[in-house]
């Protein structure tokens, strides 16, 4: 089977940096997934690796080391706007369409 | 680009009706599109694969005949609930991938479905 895991809650203050961490153990690996969800509101998509390294975008960076089964998403100069829950998600190994997403770790920003 | 609606936003039933939710691709068109539910505090489960001219691809444990998808054109699938009872209240969200993305799915804003 597929497993992700990641940390269920997450504290951090406004104006700080907070990395969130992702493994994952899967038969086979595709791409890793970062969404970012809002309590009520469907997931929106943050970023996608394939390759191992560092990809930055704009506050958000995602991570990847294929050979760790590991992935941390980072974010910078934290805005009040970015307490959500994060969901990590791996393509489905068996199934080219199919994502498998992790519980979702929850961050709340504090003032 | 890559805009997904659903409608309705919010629905209230009564056990045993039918409720028909319907997902929307807004500017590109989506041979496949993704049902999942999400219960509080809890991750996405993807329900079913929508196909636009063949039968739905199920998920182990899903119900078909409880919840009937149909994708009769290339910018819209609907989900229709079934005999509805209070445990299938849950939230609703529907997805479709970009063919000219990176595998990522854009999700629609979601259906929060309450059976009383």
């Known amino acids: 089977g597929q497993n992700i895991d990641q940390p269920t809650e997450m504290t951090a203050t406004e104006g700080a940096i907070v990395q969130i961490n992702c493994t994952y153990q899967t038969s086979g690996f595709n791409g890793l997934f970062w969404y970012q969800q809002h309590a009520g509101e469907a997931p929106t998509f943050l970023s996608y690796n394939v390759l191992d390294g560092l990809e930055e975008k704009g506050r958000f960076s995602s991570f990847l080391s294929r050979s760790k089964g590991y992935s941390y998403l980072l974010l910078k100069e934290l805005q009040m706007k970015d307490s959500a829950s994060y969901l990590c998600?791996?393509?489905?190994?068996?199934?080219?369409?199919?994502?498998?997403f992790g519980k979702g770790t929850r961050l709340h920003i504090l003032p | 680009g890559a805009v997904v609606s659903q409608h309705p936003s919010r629905v209230i039933c009564k056990s045993g009706t039918s409720v028909k939710i319907e997902c929307r691709s807004l500017d590109f068109q989506a041979t496949t599109m993704f049902w999942y539910r999400q219960f509080p505090k809890q991750s996405l489960m993807l329900m079913a694969t929508s196909n636009e001219g063949s039968k739905a691809t199920y998920e182990q444990g899903v119900e078909k005949d409880k919840f009937l998808i149909n994708h009769a054109s290339l910018t819209l699938s609907t989900l229709t609930v079934t005999s509805a009872h209070p445990e299938d209240s849950s939230f609703y969200i529907c997805s479709a991938r970009d063919p000219g993305g990176l595998y990522e799915q854009y999700f629609g804003p979601g259906t929060r479905l309450t059976v009383t």
């Open positions: 998600a791996v393509r489905d190994p068996n199934r080219d369409d199919k994502i498998i």
